[in-house]
Antibody
Framework: ELQLVESGGGLVQPGRSLRLSCTAS????????MSWVRQAPGKVLEWVGF??????????DYAASVRGRFTISRDDSKSIAYLQMNSLKTEDTAVYYC??????????WGQGTLVTVSS | DIVMTQSPDSLAVFLGERATINCKSS????????????LAWYQQKPGQPPKLLIY???TRESGVPDRFSGSGSGTDFTLTIGSLQAEDVAVYYC?????????FGQGTKVEIK
């Protein structure tokens, strides 16, 4: 069964860093692009960024709101995708979902992990 | 960034009646080389992650009931729920994946009248 499990969320002060992990199982992780999507409490979905599979260069793209602060990486040997978040702001407070992409869409979603940025 | 605008923000429909949600993009999502519209629809029920319903504007994801259908091309798209069921109460989002910076619409909340 396909599973995506996010971890690493929690309370962090503004300006600090946090790294989220997305542990995948039930499929050949290295064959797929992976994305991160976030949702502030009671708000709408916001695409954060994604990382292509190694077949497509393993390159990344990011939303303007996080570009330069967030970095997505992957470890195909461990079936884990990461979201490194630096210089966090209060407006980064959200549930962060990882997704397995198929045909550029978010075909499968994890349950999400909550990140709260507050002093 | 491509801006996605959904309408209405919310709607209430009787059980068994049709629900229609519109999505307009600030630029065309039709890729000429393959004639595909890079538009997806997602459903998010309370307390759950979103679920992919439709991609390529009109292709239903496996397992999605056939009362859900997508249509449109270019900049104007529609999600139709043919006969609303109680389990369809949710927020529905469109998303473009034409550009490398993907963007979602603001969501449409569907309720039972």
């Amino acid at each position: 069964e396909l599973q995506l499990v996010e971890s690493g969320g929690g309370l962090v002060q503004p300006g600090r860093s946090l790294r989220l992990s997305c542990t995948a199982s039930g499929f050949t992780f290295g064959d797929y692009a992976m994305s991160w999507v976030r949702q502030a409490p009671g708000k709408v979905l916001e695409w954060v960024g994604f990382i292509r599979s190694k077949e497509y260069g393993g390159t990344t793209d990011y939303a303007a709101s996080v570009r330069g602060r967030f970095t997505i990486s992957r470890d195909d040997s461990k079936s884990i995708a990461y979201l490194q978040m630096n210089s966090l702001k209060t407006e980064d407070t959200a549930v962060y979902y990882c997704t397995r992409d198929r045909s550029l869409t978010h075909a499968n979603w994890g349950q999400g992990t909550l990140v709260t940025v507050s002093s | 960034d491509i801006v996605m605008t959904q309408s209405p923000d919310s709607l209430a429909v009787f059980l068994g009646e049709r629900a229609t949600i519109n999505c307009k993009s600030s630029q065309s999502l039709l890729f000429s080389s393959n004639s595909k519209n890079y538009l997806a629809w997602y459903q998010q029920k309370p307390g759950q992650p979103p679920k992919l319903l439709i991609y390529w504007a009109s292709t239903r994801e496996s397992g999605v009931p056939d009362r859900f259908s997508g249509s449109g091309s270019g900049t104007d798209f529609t999600l139709t729920i043919g006969s609303l069921q109680a389990e369809d109460v949710a927020v529905y989002y469109c998303q473009q994946y034409y550009s490398n910076s993907r963007t979602f619409g603001q969501g449409t909340k569907v309720e039972i009248k």
